[in-house]
């Protein structure tokens, strides 16, 4: 009899395990799709304002299609990618490393990012290296970015913030400070856990996204740290290794 309930508590854990597991992939697979939905609706309302008001701009409405049809792909991308989870969860990340321009990719993820930053009155200030290559994974390196300015267009609405690059021989630097509220230091640690979020703010969210960008950097050889304090913003600094493990 012992042994039966010892093997029906085995199967019991191993049933709430698996639950956690499918409730944390869906919590980070809702997060990361949800990310390019507002652009995406930002983008055709623009659009549909443009068509409304005539006469039309031919260039102007092509150009609203091309970026709506980027967050699409982002979209399908991001999902083939998300399906690893279960590696992403337990640290072996599937990494598809090749020469990257760091540079390049967060000028890039800005123009996608646009229409978030412009709805939450954020100015915007950029100290980019140029070049900047590595070799790294092109993907995960935009979720990285995308995750961090995002945040600091949300949580530091109509303030200022700053994104710079820079490099040396070994090493490359992205930071991105913004000038917020802050964060308490006592809460440091915990916006790099999963479903943690700043106890103080009023943004709802899963809770995933610090803690994906932490995985990916950690994954990619590389550390991200925080400094922060209430009232004086927060800077994020990602140093990656220019060539990743």
């Known amino acids: 009899m012992s042994s039966e309930i010892d093997q029906l508590r085995e199967e019991l854990a191993q049933a709430a395990d698996a639950i956690e597991q499918r409730d944390s992939m869906l919590a980070i697979v809702a997060?990361?799709?949800?990310?390019?939905?507002?652009?995406?609706?930002?983008?055709?309302?623009?659009?549909?304002?443009?068509?409304?008001?005539?006469?039309?701009?031919?260039?102007?409405?092509?150009?609203?299609?091309?970026?709506?049809?980027?967050y699409v792909e982002r979209l399908r991308t991001d999902l083939d990618r998300l399906l690893d989870f279960s590696r992403l969860r337990t640290g072996r990340i599937d990494l598809q490393l090749a020469e990257v321009d760091l540079s390049a990719l967060v000028v890039e993820e800005l123009r996608d990012l646009e229409p978030q930053l412009r709805a939450s009155e954020c100015e915007l200030r950029l100290t980019l290296e140029e070049p900047l290559k590595g070799h790294w994974d092109r993907m995960r390196l935009r979720q990285v970015i995308w995750n961090l300015v995002s945040n600091a267009g949300k949580y530091a609405a109509g303030a200022l913030v700053e994104i710079s690059t820079r490099g040396d021989d070994k090493s490359a630097w992205l930071v991105v400070r913004d000038h917020g509220p802050g964060i308490a230091a006592s809460e440091h640690q915990a916006v790099f856990k999963q479903f943690e979020r700043v106890?103080?703010?009023?943004?709802?969210?899963?809770?995933?996204?610090?803690?994906?960008?932490?995985?990916?950097?950690?994954?990619?050889?590389?550390?991200?740290?925080?400094?922060?304090?209430?009232?004086?913003?927060?800077?994020?600094?990602?140093?990656?290794?220019?060539?990743?493990?």
């Open 199 to 245: 106890k103080s703010s009023s943004h709802t969210g899963f809770g995933v996204g610090l803690w994906l960008v932490k995985q990916i950097v950690e994954a990619l050889g590389g550390t991200i740290d925080l400094e922060s304090a209430v009232g004086q913003g927060s800077t994020f600094t990602v140093t990656l290794p220019r060539t990743a493990p």
């Open 31 to 70: 997060h990361e799709l949800r990310n390019p939905i507002s652009p995406v609706m930002m983008s055709l309302d623009v659009l549909a304002l443009e068509v409304r008001d005539m006469p039309l701009d031919r260039d102007a409405i092509l150009r609203r299609v091309a970026q709506a049809r980027r």
